[in-house]
């Protein structure tokens, strides 16, 4: 367990860091309404978050920058409307829905990726 | 050797930076010349206004997800992905609809961009081949194929055109690694695509049927069976996810009653003629592709197979949209459009033919040997793209022209300042009516728009047009509609496009200046019409309904 949290704080996982620190910087633009941040974070995070967070669950092992990119636009293309479908027929699409449903599954697809990150390298070693 | 490979890839990490910001410069042509404040074409505000609808409801409108026949574009309207991915990136940026659809289609090119460079590498092994491709997509795409991924025009197909690469892309890459995750990607993928844009899904899934059929004929192997087994219960998975969202089944029933009727009137829809079709891919670049063909041929390699049969393939059904008796024989059958609407298929065309004109560019250019004289025919290539560039850069600056809704701005302007919000408004050009509905927000009480198919007094709607724009019906008829349909104001323009039910036809054309003073002095001869508006230089006027006399 504690290597596991010392895992999920080293370097390694940086660009996991980096994604949730987004998620965050969205939230919190939201709810205080500053609207350059929220518009330019809302973007980044919506076209490439949930769609890294699926690739890099679905890939552990490192890709090439412009794959890695590619891949997390389009998956996110796809995911964002399946999140939304799930609202259609749930709570309803509204802002708060959106947004927590957006960060809470870029959250949990990332955790996951994280898990399985931590295992395929300690099998390594 | 590992440094040399940081390189290379650190000099194509550049190029693509380049080429995708010189794209998007182009892209941004008619956005600049509507100054954000419009959208191109009339699809775009049907978007709008459905995307509209989400943000208000929070649910997905009861729209069609009827497979309808060709009488409109509504074959290409079952968008309700795009819809919701739009709708939730305005939540979530709060940024205003019509300048946040107009610039999507930028955003949507730099990823189709990349979508390519990745379809192109994996499916030549050569960076040089993949940034040849996305240069000549880039500068290079005639009127159709720049229309569909073109700034101020936000279509569903934005989308569409740059998941189709990334969808091959990966059964490329599962053929080259023999790596099952990039099958699950692509399965993914195409399921959702479905959602986002039907043309795309049904276009890939027969390659797909076609990769998986060439797969299993050359690996013979009961593994590969439950692979592509899996794949496609996910693909189908995801495709049933939509039928669900429409929860008005009668809807569905009547919007493709109502196409049906449309198509019925008369033909409307545009279709390439072989000669434009060649026009819009270039003569060039077609002879470079046949040279590309003769090289996949000697090579025989198996990882550019997808790509040959997406040019075969997307070839074939040009082919079929060109001969008139195909055309006719597929009309009125559910979802012909996605077979016989070529002009939507040239932006799909397109990426196989660069492809392959790019493979034959820059293998041939080895023949050269010397490396010195390689580089300058592939800078000689590369400066052609840019003076060629000019042509679309016009096509891009044209397009803008041709949509120019803010021809209509004095209309607006009047309409703005002299009615009330819940007066209905009617116009003799179609295109006007989602227009006064979108920009002015006027209710209006027909266009060629889903909302308006899917009305049950469709046909009297139709009629009223009719009655009010020609003088074939009698008065108390025309008089009668009016007052059904409470229309207060009745515009008309020098651009006339609606339908007349008696004779069953389309009625499009422009009055000319003469023309158009005698009309209006008829329409004046109605006491019910009073003349509330003019503007004799361009043609615009306006009628006040008085049904009390």
């Not at chain 1, 504690?2 to 390694?12: A, H, I, M, R, V």
């Not at chain 2, 089944?249 to 493709?256: N, W």
């Not at chain 2, 008369?266 to 592709?289: D, N, R, T």
């Amino acid at each position: 367990m504690n290597s596991f949290l010392s895992y999920t704080l080293s370097k390694k996982c940086a660009d996991f860091w980096t994604v949730i620190l987004l998620g965050l910087l969205l939230y919190a633009s939201v709810r205080l309404e500053i609207s350059h941040v929220r518009l330019i974070v809302g973007f980044v995070f919506v076209l490439l978050g949930p769609g890294y967070a699926l690739f890099r669950l679905i890939f552990v092992e490192t890709k090439s920058l412009l794959e890695t990119l590619t891949y997390s636009f389009g998956l996110s293309m796809v995911v964002v409307p399946i999140i939304g479908y799930g609202l259609n027929f749930s709570l309803g699409i509204y802002t708060d829905t959106v947004m927590i449903s957006i960060i809470a599954s870029t959250f949990v697809l990332l955790f996951g990726a994280i898990v399985r990150r931590f295992f395929a390298e300690d099998k390594k070693s | 050797m590992q440094r040399t490979k940081k390189v290379n890839n650190c000099r194509s990490l550049i190029g693509i930076v380049f080429i995708l910001i010189g794209g998007c410069a182009v892209r941004l042509i008619p956005y600049i010349a509507f100054r954000g404040n419009f959208l191109g074409d009339l699809d775009p505000y049907r978007y709008l206004r459905a995307i509209g609808r989400i943000l208000e409801q929070g649910r997905i409108p009861a729209l069609d997800t009827a497979v309808a026949p060709i009488g409109t574009s509504a074959t290409f309207a079952v968008n309700h992905g795009y819809y919701l991915l739009m709708s939730q990136l305005a939540l979530l940026t709060n940024a205003e609809l019509v300048p946040l659809l107009g610039l999507s289609p930028i955003v949507f090119f730099i990823f189709f961009g990349l979508s390519l460079y990745i379809f192109a590498y994996y499916s030549s092994e050569c960076e040089s081949v993949a940034l040849m491709t996305i240069l000549l997509v880039s500068f290079m795409p005639g009127w159709w194929g720049l229309v569909y991924y073109l700034s101020s025009n936000p279509l569903s197909e934005n989308v569409g055109i740059a998941l189709f690469p990334l969808i091959l892309a990966a059964l490329v890459c599962f053929l080259n690694c023999k790596d099952r995750r990039y099958l699950m990607l692509s399965g993914f993928m195409l399921g959702a695509s479905f959602a986002i844009h039907p043309a795309t899904f049904v276009w890939a899934s027969i390659l797909t049927l076609l990769f998986f059929l060439t797969y299993f004929y050359s690996e013979k192997s009961k593994v590969s069976f439950f692979v592509s087994l899996a794949y496609i219960a996910m693909s189908l998975f995801l495709t049933i996810t939509p039928f669900f969202a429409t929860m008005h089944l009668s809807d569905i029933r009547g919007f493709t009653e109502a196409a049906s009727y449309l198509t019925s009137l008369k033909e409307q829809y545009y279709v390439l003629s072989i000669s434009q079709l060649i026009g819009e891919l270039g003569v060039i670049q077609i002879f470079f592709a046949t040279l590309g063909l003769l090289i996949l041929k000697d090579q025989s390699k198996k990882r550019g197979i997808l790509a040959l049969a997406g040019l075969v393939f997307m070839s074939l059904l040009m082919l079929v949209s060109s001969f008139e008796i195909l055309r006719k024989s597929l009309e009125n059958v559910p979802a012909s459009g996605l077979f016989i609407l070529s002009h939507r298929m040239v932006p799909y065309l397109l990426q196989f033919v660069y492809f392959f004109a790019s493979l034959a560019i820059i293998k041939y250019s080895s023949l050269f040997g010397r490396i010195g004289v390689r580089k300058i025919f592939v800078l000689f290539v590369a400066f052609m793209v840019g003076v060629s560039s000019f042509a679309t850069i016009s096509n891009s600056y044209n397009f803008a022209l041709k949509f120019q809704v803010d021809n209509y701005n004095d209309l607006f302007k009047w309409i703005n300042v002299n009615t009330q919000e819940n007066e209905v408004i009617i116009a003799n050009l179609m295109d006007l009516n989602v227009w006064i509905r979108s920009i002015v927000e006027r209710p209006t009480v027909f266009s060629f728009s889903y909302e308006d198919l899917i009305s049950k007094d469709m046909a009297n709607r139709i009629l009223l047009y009719a009655a009010v724009y020609t003088f074939q019906y009698n008065h108390s008829l025309t008089l009668d509609l009016l007052i059904k349909y409470q229309v207060k104001y009745v515009v008309v323009v020098p651009e006339y496009h609606f339908i007349d039910p008696l004779h069953g036809v389309l009625m499009s054309g422009v009055h000319s200046k003469n023309d158009i003073s005698t009309y209006i002095t008829k329409l004046q001869d109605r006491n019910y019409l009073t003349l509330a508006y003019s503007n004799p230089l361009s043609s615009h006027f306006i009628f006040r309904v008085d049904t009390h006399t």
